[in-house]
């Protein structure tokens, strides 16, 4: 089903940003997801955080992959670039892209089948090469598109929507980013709008690749007893006269996670989620510390949410590798291309 388009009708009272842009100029088409999806809560998020930074639209290019996740490009942000990439490759076609035009914002959109199984080397490596750029893996455990099986970041012991029980190892997107050398490493809640706008605005300044992991339920096909991730939504009628699937709307869950302690997040089955915000005097520039938090909370079944590790002093990708301050986009033809002369100078330095 094709996106649809929101009509252009602002209320005369909305509030405007240093670009004299209101909340509505950050907006997309109309979300086809499922009523409920968690992934249109991070819309929201992304829509607000974009206009209190008052980043001009034009200078954003929003990429992604494969999956419900990779469809959010299409709901913020209708005046930006953007490019929809085959499953997997959206981090490569992103350092392209930040290679050529390092000026803008980039913002990518993935879930956790498409960064974490098929495109996990890819995202490895733009970790490794700290690319500049925003991030978000909507993390929900199953492949949604293609009908609820496991994905790489499902819970060992959480079942599918048939009754089966994951035994596979989960991979963690926030352990892997800081055991190879990730910058910026922040995991969030879909459904805390006042936790995760924040973290989107410090994740888009960051000097580098800003990794944000966010939990976002899934209404439709994780909706089981035992799921870790999930919303439940409530099949009502069971026709099997008929192929036809019901997805009946499910309401969207909101919660806040408090700045200490603990939240028990129940979701619609009785099943409970624990968030655990970090703690004030949490230090978030101690890799080897954070990693070790996060594991003490792990154990005990707590999903930390928050800023987890941030380092500003690594240089990123065009720093590395010593690139023109002018984007390659905006060069003459004439120094992209120097001529033989110059090519064969350059060869004579590694002969």
Not at 109 to 133: E, K, P, W
Request: net charge negative.
């Amino acid at each position: 089903m094709p996106s649809i388009t929101k009509p252009k009708v602002t209320h005369p009272g909305l509030r405007k940003n240093e670009l004299e842009l209101t909340v509505r100029d950050y907006e997309g088409a109309m979300s086809t997801l499922c009523a409920g999806c968690g992934h249109d809560s991070v819309t929201a998020a992304l829509v607000q955080a974009l206009w209190e930074l008052s980043v001009p639209p034009h200078m954003i290019a929003k990429l992604s992959g494969i999956g419900c996740s990779s469809k959010t490009t299409a709901y913020f942000a209708a005046g930006a670039h953007g490019f929809n990439s085959v499953h997997g490759r959206m981090p490569a076609i992103a350092t392209g892209a930040n290679a050529a035009n390092r000026d803008l914002l980039y913002v990518g959109i993935s879930g956790d089948g498409d960064s974490l199984s098929i495109g996990l080397g890819h995202l490895s490596h733009a970790i490794r090469r700290n690319v500049r750029m925003l991030y978000i893996i909507e993390n929900n455990g199953v492949y949604g598109l293609t009908k609820g099986q496991f994905s790489a970041s499902a819970d060992i012991g959480s079942r599918s929507k048939r009754g089966e029980p994951n035994t596979v190892m989960p991979i963690d997107p926030v352990m892997l980013g800081l055991s190879i050398g990730a910058t910026f490493v922040a995991r969030a809640f879909s459904g805390d709008k006042q936790q995760l706008v924040p973290i989107l605005k410090a994740a888009a300044r960051h000097r580098g690749f800003a990794l944000v992991d966010v939990t976002s339920p899934c209404v439709t096909f994780n909706d089981h007893e035992g799921s870790t991730k999930s919303y439940l939504y409530t099949r009502e009628h069971d026709l099997k006269v008929t192929s036809t699937d019901f997805v009946p709307p499910a309401p969207e869950i909101l919660a806040t996670i408090p700045p200490t302690g603990h939240a028990l997040i129940p979701m619609h089955d009785g099943s409970l989620v624990r968030f655990h915000a970090v703690p004030p005097d949490y230090d978030p520039t101690n890799r080897v510390a954070v990693m070790d938090y996060l594991q003490q909370h792990h154990d005990r079944g707590e999903v930390v949410t928050g800023l987890l590790y941030v380092d500003e002093s690594v240089e990123d990708v065009h720093e590395l590798n010593n690139t023109s301050h002018i984007p390659l986009a905006q060069l003459p033809y004439e120094r992209l291309c120097p001529g033989a002369d110059a090519l064969e100078r350059l060869q004579e330095r590694f002969r």
